[in-house]
T-cell receptor, first 116, second 112 residues
Framework: GAVVSQHPSRVICKSGTSVKIECRSL??????MFWYRQFPKQSLMLMAT?????????EQGVEKDKFLINHASLTLSTLTVTSAHPEDSSFYIC????????????FGPGTRLLVL | ELKVEQNPLFLSMQEGKNYTIYCNYS?????LYWYRQDPGKSLESLFV?????AVKQEGRLMASLDTKARLSTLHITAAVHDLSATYFC????????????FGSGTQLTVLP
């Protein structure tokens, strides 16, 4: 089946630094990927839609200059949290639409970010 | 704005019992998804429901969709401990159905 990976699985950084999270579709091409954020015991909130070769579409309330998204290839999207602060600590999950424009979104294993 | 509500938020049930999780959404959506999440893990796709009256079953789980009532249900039959997890429903946004709005999740605990 379709597999999506994320790297790193967890990261701890100091306040003010930037962190890059990678999302890869391992065995299929994904023109569209999504980035979500999940706080403990809460649901997933869509942050942005990442489209290969074009600018990401951000949800209302998500700062595009803080959460930089790059989808440079059909198998890789990156999320960079710039100048991270403790309130950015969260579980970040990416997903990709399945092969051949399928309806199912396949989720990565998530990246747990802790900002000290 | 599309809103998705799940209930109950927490559910403890005995092994062997049946129960239903409900998912209501506020505006028209032509696709409804159910996912499972284990603690500390990401989401596993369970069902994709694309039309009114759609019913899908996998093992002890059965999902249905009523687009007129804007309601989807996830029915659990003869629960077993392995089904303990958090279950999320998600609806596709109007006009951009592949962008999902998630419900708050139902934390299911199956007791021996």
């Amino acid at each position: 089946g379709a597999v999506v990976s994320q790297h790193p699985s967890r990261v701890i950084c100091k306040s003010g630094t930037s962190v890059k999270i990678e999302c890869r579709s391992l065995d299929f091409q994904a023109t569209t990927m999504f980035w979500y954020r999940q706080f403990p015991k809460q649901s997933l909130m869509l942050m942005a839609t990442s489209n290969e070769g074009s600018k990401a579409t951000y949800e209302q309330g998500v700062e595009k200059d803080k959460f930089l998204i790059n989808h440079a290839s059909l198998t890789l999207s990156t999320l960079t949290v710039t100048s991270a602060h403790p309130e950015d600590s969260s579980f970040y999950i990416c997903s990709a639409l399945g092969p051949a424009g399928g309806e199912t979104q396949y989720f990565g294993p998530g990246t747990r970010l802790l900002v000290l | 704005e599309l809103k998705v509500e799940q209930n109950p938020l927490f559910l403890s049930m005995q092994e062997g019992k049946n129960y239903t999780i409900y998912c209501n959404y506020s505006t028209t959506s032509d696709r409804l998804y159910w996912y499972r999440q284990d603690p500390g893990k990401s989401l596993e796709s369970l069902f994709v429901l694309l039309s009114n009256g759609a019913v899908k079953q996998e093992g002890r789980l059965m999902a249905s969709l009523d687009t007129k009532a804007r309601l989807s249900t996830l029915h659990i039959t003869a629960a077993v401990h392995d089904l303990s997890a958090t279950y999320f429903c998600a609806a596709g946004k109007p006009g951009s159905a592949r962008q999902l709005t998630f419900g708050s999740g139902t934390q299911l605990t199956v007791l021996p």
